[in-house]
């Protein structure tokens, strides 16, 4: 049950962070960490106590496995990450060479 | 068995793929080949859908059969609502690539803008196509990256603050589904949409099972925009290039958004009173607040985007009363009159809201501006983008030849017929606010003085760009046709049969 608590601990540091911060960068930090808390949770989810990794060994077939499709999604939902990462990453840096601030208050042309 | 499904993916992929090698060497390539491929599928989506009908066909990915039938493949299934869906994508997105061979010749690098372009309407059809609920938030945030880079391609203060809102909402979402498909996994031990349901017929714990579906509604209401989860689409929709923001408008948000919506808590979820009377009720505030928030707007663009809330909000809401009434066992003929309307009006909002985007851009193409008080008296200088905005603007608003007004006709009728007469009230209410501000929009634009215009020397817009206007106008009139009786039963009821016979989907495509 631990692992799972501060699982959602982490996923709470990362929305506490978008909510709070005012740096375009650490808005980005904060959205990384979530990613990450929802890759945990995976990762978990695939867990079986007690399990080795899922090579099947056809001499020894009563061994138990963990699921590895946890695993796959894992890998592919962390490239997806990557993307969004990168592509917040150059919006900030060109709103920086447009705004000279990494402040969101600063950052409001658009309202209403 | 249609054998056509995969390349509704692997066509665009690979047409992005050839744009960014072969747009280097020879300039005015990428426009023509980016329209090209979607004309091809757009032939190939109707072909699918006059075929398709009533039945339903699948392609496992890999060649995978089920074993002791659980499905273990990824499955790609093509039913009537897809390939509807499919069918919107790819006119849409032919008639805005072929507009934005004029309109794009502003900005640099023109193949990037047709790569990305070809990259959302691939992850589009996929999320349409998908049948397997990871594939669906793979082939959804395909579609939404590049969205988010579209919407930035001008690099200016403008367009990436709308894209970083876009993004930082749009991720969250991501997260938000994300979770849900893990701890759906977890509860079923299954991906596959139609495995799910068999699932969750035989129990559920109905706390995991409330808190999952509420996962659910949040992202992907906040990739359709439903109205608490609104924020980001006026900035994101009124930023992009005009092309982007009629696929914005007119696909996107349906394709990633309320498909999805539609399709899960359908075929995927045990319907349930709660969650039918949950979604009715975000419908009716997304009508209600998306109106009252356009009516004040100015700029051309913004006014739009919010009537895109308002507008969706019709679907959700009638849709919602669909579902109401399939949970309650009662009057399954109105349950299907109520879909049938839901996905009219989708049908025909995608229509019309992609031509004012585009008859918009036309306006900004010659005048620069989006500000209602720096236009007036186009109606002469630009007869073909006033005719075409003007019939969009009626069909919108529900004026009797056009499309917009059947749908919502629809839509009323079976608001009355499920006893639920407020909501009819508010839905009328809301179609004549809708009138108001269009009006606005006709006389500031196009009739109105001259003198306060900016450029006094306008001339009608090239002809690629007058070309996606007609037949977008001809289409709004054409559209009205799925109305009358006779049409609707060979078009739009096989959609609602697939959504209101439950267990129909989940049988079908287990036994494929």
């Known amino acids: ?112 | 068995m249609n054998p056509l499904i995969p390349f509704f993916v692997v066509v665009p992929l690979a047409g992005a793929f050839l744009i960014m090698i072969l747009g280097k060497f020879y300039k005015p390539f990428p426009g023509f080949f980016a329209s090209f491929v979607l004309l091809f599928l757009a032939i190939i989506s109707l072909y699918s859908l006059i075929t398709t009908g009533s039945d339903l066909s699948v392609y496992k990915v890999g060649g995978w059969e089920p074993v002791n039938v659980i499905p273990i493949g990824i499955y790609m299934v093509l039913d009537g609502l897809s390939a509807t869906l499919v069918c919107i994508i790819s006119i849409i997105g032919f008639l805005s690539a072929f507009y934005s061979i004029s309109y794009i010749k502003r900005y640099t690098g023109e193949r990037y803008f047709y790569a990305l372009f070809c990259l959302m309407i691939a992850g589009m059809n996929g999320v349409v196509l998908s049948g397997d609920i990871f594939n669906i938030f793979v082939f959804l945030e395909i579609s939404v990256i590049s969205s988010y880079a579209l919407v930035a391609f001008g690099v200016e203060k403008n367009e990436l603050e709308a894209t970083f809102k876009y993004q930082v909402l749009g991720g969250l979402a991501s997260f938000f589904i994300l979770f849900a498909i893990g701890f759906i996994y977890w509860g079923t031990k299954t991906l596959n949409l139609a495995d799910i349901k068999e699932v969750f017929k035989a129990g559920y714990d109905n706390a995991f099972y409330l808190f999952v579906q509420i996962l659910l509604l949040c992202g992907f209401g906040l990739k359709a925009a439903i109205i608490p989860f609104h924020a980001w689409l006026p900035d994101a929709h009124s930023s992009a290039p005009s092309p982007i923001s009629s696929m914005l408008s007119g696909v996107l948000i349906k394709a990633v958004g309320i498909y999805v919506i539609i399709r899960l808590f359908f075929n995927m979820f045990v319907i349930s009173e709660e969650m039918a009377i949950l979604i009715t009720v975000l419908g009716a505030l997304s009508m209600v607040f998306g109106v009252f928030l356009a009516i004040g707007q100015w700029d051309l663009k913004r006014l739009l985007a919010y009537h895109s809330i308002s507008q969706m909000g019709y679907v959700v809401l009638s849709v919602g009363i669909g579902m109401m009434l399939v949970a309650q066992n009662r009057n399954p003929g109105v349950a299907a009159l109520a879909i049938v309307g839901g996905i009219y009006h989708l049908i025909n909002h995608a229509v019309f809201k992609s031509l004012l985007f585009l008859s918009a851009g036309a306006i900004e193409y010659r005048l620069g501006t989006r500000d209602l008080k720096m236009m007036g008296g186009l109606s002469r200088s630009m007869p073909v983008t006033s005719v075409a905005s003007f019939i969009a603007s009626m069909s919108i608003s529900g004026i009797p030849p056009f499309n917009g007004f059947f749908s919502k006709l629809i839509i009323i009728i079976a608001a009355i017929q499920a006893k639920f007469y407020l909501l009819a009230l508010l839905a009328v209410i809301v179609s004549i606010i809708t009138l108001a501000s269009f009006l606005k929009f006709q006389k500031y634009a196009f009739f109105g003085k001259a003198e306060n215009r900016q450029g006094n020397t306008v001339k009608e817009v090239p002809f690629p760009m007058v070309f996606s206007m007609v037949v977008l106008s001809i289409l709004c009139l054409v559209l009205s046709l799925l109305a009358f009786p006779g049409i609707r039963e060979i078009m739009l009821n096989p959609i609602a049969g697939i959504l209101t016979e439950v267990g129909k989907y989940s049988s079908n495509v287990l036994n494929f």
Do not use: H
């Not at chain 1, 608590?5 to 978008?18: A, N, P, R, S, W």
């Not at chain 1, 990450?36 to 496995?65: R, W």
């Open chain 1, 1 to 112: 049950m631990i692992p799972y608590v501060m699982c959602f601990l982490l996923f709470l540091v990362g929305l506490y962070g978008l909510i709070t911060q005012r740096n375009l960068i650490k808005i980005a930090i904060s959205m990384s960490i979530m990613e990450f808390s929802t890759f945990l949770f995976f990762a978990l989810i695939g867990y079986i106590k007690g399990g080795v990794a899922p090579i099947v060994n056809p001499a020894e077939p009563d061994k138990t496995y963990v699921d590895p499709l946890p695993q796959a999604i894992v890998l592919t939902a962390i490239v997806i990450g990557l993307a969004t990462t990168a592509m917040l990453m150059a919006v900030i840096i060109r709103l920086y060479r447009k705004y000279k601030t990494f402040d969101i208050r600063e950052i409001n042309n658009l309202r209403g």
